[in-house]
């Protein structure tokens, strides 16, 4: 692929991220990275993980040599980097350790990263980030114009998504507060939390809206532009379904965070039998249940909706 | 549909504007257990929010669900010549209300005019969808043990937001009856 010198239109970017390991963050990206390219758009994926690599895998593919080390070390352009992902319309470009892992990274590093990202030639780019809520990760979810988070049926994979939402949140409001010269606000709140009688998220946010009309200006524009989008995986029972529902409720009743449910997807053995045969799971099994609500899913995070539960309701009774 | 706080009633039900009646009741009480049970969705953060926030939300819930409900029976009003086709709502509270003999047929008639399926009661209640029919039929010897049977029928009851005591009582009732006889039998 080859990058303009100007490109006619940024990518719209979409992170993938939610806290727990294994929860299937980089199937679900790899899956919907498909289905955009099966639909024509030109789709690059990254894989920002930097612990476990391993996007190519969904593929079925090698690991490509090239990575990310060679746009900050050798300086070759982004672009350049992007090897084929053996689908068509879709490239791949692999991150590296001491690329985007935590502490590897300067700030202006990553801040020239996620500029040449968003030069990158494509329609859409899909980032895996990982699990953990460092820092370096959260500053790329929050690069997203959809940010995405996969989570399963267990208590842990749910808590994990709660400390991940909101430490996004904070992390985009210090950053917005910076610009308004209040960075040090919100640390030296939590730093003197005691003094304040703060004990979480939402009494710290509502102490921070106390404190001058300013700044409960900047929260309120700040919480109503916030956005995630929930996938819920590997569930078993149609019961599972609503717990998409659930967790969505809890962020904006309790945290005030918006998020939309877009959509479940089933427990299937096959999709690991697809990446130890080195399959993509998507191609092998286009008419599969699982590959229909992916696809339905992707739908969704592209119109920017909410599963149309209606429409769910009817499929419910042939889920076992 | 209109009314001055539809939307934000809509909004707290968490609900697409233009939802349906039956729409409402589902997210009605997928919220009211969602705020008043434990369950993996609420137990990470058990410690973080306190018990007058969730009665808050509680009351916003019922407020909002109570107003939906109002302005579905002014609706009801207006367009009457919809009435033919559509369950009466407007006397629906009122009926249930008054209702002291619940049979089985009574609260299939309940749920048929509020449009609402087995299939929505069972996924809500967990209770399987055949239990709901045998208790609709007073399929009596189809039923689980006693204790069973009491709990799925409050919990169907409280689906339809029937006082699920009186229904529970009534029910039993007439199951205590037929369970007698069986005794007698043997
Ligand atoms: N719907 C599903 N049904 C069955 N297995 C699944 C499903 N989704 C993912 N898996 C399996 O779960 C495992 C973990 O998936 P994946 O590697 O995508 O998770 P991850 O969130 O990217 O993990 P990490 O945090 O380590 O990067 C994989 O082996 C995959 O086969
Ligand atoms: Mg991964």
């Known amino acids: 692929m080859i990058m303009k010198a100007i490109n006619e239109r940024s990518p719209e970017i979409w992170t ?74 879709m490239g791949l470009l692999i991150g590296a350790i001491h690329s985007l892992s935590p502490d590897g990274i300067k700030y202006t590093q990553k801040l020239k ?29 929050l690069l997203a114009d959809k940010m995405i988070v996969v989570i399963i049926p267990e208590i842990i994979a749910i808590e994990n998504l709660y400390f991940f939402l909101k430490n996004a949140f904070f992390r985009q409001l210090i950053n917005s507060l910076g610009s308004h010269g209040l960075r040090d606000v919100v640390q030296n709140a939590w730093k003197n939390r005691a003094e304040h009688d703060i004990k979480n998220f939402t009494q710290l946010i509502d102490y921070l809206r ?13 919480l109503s532009d916030f956005k995630a989008y929930i996938i819920l995986n590997r569930i078993n029972t149609s019961q599972e379904i609503m717990i998409g529902n659930s967790v969505k409720s809890i962020c904006k009743k309790y945290f005030g965070l918006n998020s939309s449910y ?57 889920i076992p | 549909m209109s009314g001055k706080n539809y939307s934000k009633y809509l909004e707290t039900l968490e609900l697409p504007p233009g939802a349906s009646l039956s729409e409402i009741r589902k997210a009605y009480q997928h919220l ?42 002014k609706e009801e009003d207006t367009l009457e010549n919809e009435m033919s086709s559509r369950p009466e709502m407007k006397n629906y509270e009122q009926t249930s209300v008054e209702l002291t003999t619940f049979t089985g047929q009574a609260l299939r008639k309940i749920r048929e005019r509020l449009n609402i399926d087995l299939q929505d009661i069972a996924l809500s209640t967990r209770v399987q ?14 039923l689980p043990p006693e204790a069973y049977t009491r709990g799925f029928i409050i919990s169907y009851a409280e689906y339809l937001s029937l006082d699920s005591k009186k229904v529970v009582d009534d029910y039993m009732s007439r199951y205590s009856v037929w369970k007698d006889e069986q005794e007698k039998k043997t």
């Open chain 2, 32 to 73: 009211k257990v969602l705020y008043s049970r434990e369950s993996i969705v609420t137990l990470p953060i058990e410690d973080e929010i306190s018990a007058e926030v969730k009665r808050q939300i509680l009351r916003q819930i019922e407020e909002a669900y109570q107003g939906l409900l109002v302005s579905f029976e």
């Open chain 1, 16 to 89: 993938i991220g939610g806290g727990k390991g294994g929860t299937g963050k980089s199937f679900v990206l790899s899956s919907v990275g498909i289905c955009l390219a099966l639909q024509g758009k030109r789709v690059i994926l990254i894989d920002a993980d930097l612990g476990g690599a391993n996007l190519h895998t969904f593929l079925g593919i090698n690991k490509p040599g090239i990575s990310l080390t060679n746009f900050f070390e050798k300086k070759i352009s982004l672009s350049d980097l992007v090897v084929d992902s053996g689908i068509k319309n």
């Open chain 2, 129 to 142: 969808t055949q239990y709901l029919n045998d208790i609709e039929l007073e399929n009596f010897e189809a």
């Open chain 1, 113 to 141: 990263l996620f500029r040449h990202i968003k030069q990158l030639n494509a329609d859409y780019v899909l980032i895996d980030l990982g699990a953990g809520a460092h820092f370096n990760t959260i500053d790329t979810f």
């Open chain 1, 262 to 318: 877009v959509g479940y997807i089933e427990f299937d053995p096959v999709i690991s039998r697809c990446i130890n045969k080195r399959q993509s799971y998507m191609q092998a099994y286009p008419a599969s249940r699982c590959a229909k609500e992916i696809e339905r899913l992707t739908e969704n995070l592209l119109e920017g909706r909410d599963i149309i539960q209606r429409y769910e309701r009817k499929k419910l009774q042939q």
């Open chain 1, 210 to 222: 106390g404190l001058s009309k300013t700044m409960e200006n900047i929260i309120n524009t700040k």
